[in-house]
């Protein structure tokens, strides 16, 4: 069974950077590199949003709130997942979440992905 845990969250003020990362386990059936990743976020009372995804071949999709802001990377040796964030703003605050699916049509569409992280906050303050 796919796990994924999430750290790196924390507290800064707008215009402070963080980097998430996700330390993935247990790709039996398929390795962590045919999997597509992706980061996504959800505010309370919010529906759950695509920040952004990785693809098996290193495509990259974001929304567009965070372009030029935010990048994603992974490293298909450790099973590991990583978002980069510059330039942090009031209304980036959330709970993230990494999640992963062997095949997705939607890259950001969070219900495409099967395999969840439980998340970690990120609180920026103005």
């Known amino acids: 069974q796919v796990q994924l845990v999430e750290s790196g969250g924390g507290s800064v003020q707008a215009g402070g950077s963080l980097r998430l990362s996700c330390a993935g386990s247990?790709?039996?059936?398929?390795?962590?590199?045919?999997?597509?990743m992706g980061w996504f976020r959800q505010a309370p009372g919010m529906e759950r949003e695509g920040v952004a995804s990785?693809?098996?071949?290193?495509?990259?999709t974001y929304a567009d709130s965070v372009k030029g802001r935010f990048t994603i990377s992974r490293d298909n040796h450790k099973n590991s997942l990583y978002l980069q964030m510059h330039d942090l703003k009031p209304e980036d605050t959330a709970r993230y979440h990494c999640?992963?699916?062997?095949?997705?049509?939607?890259?950001?569409?969070?219900?495409?992905?099967?395999?969840w992280g439980q998340g970690t906050q990120v609180t920026v303050s103005s």
């Open positions: 999640a992963a699916d062997p095949a997705v049509a939607g890259p950001l569409v969070h219900y495409e992905y099967n395999y």
């Open positions: 990785i693809g098996p071949g290193g495509r990259t």
């Open positions: 247990g790709f039996f059936y398929s390795s962590y590199s045919n999997y597509y």
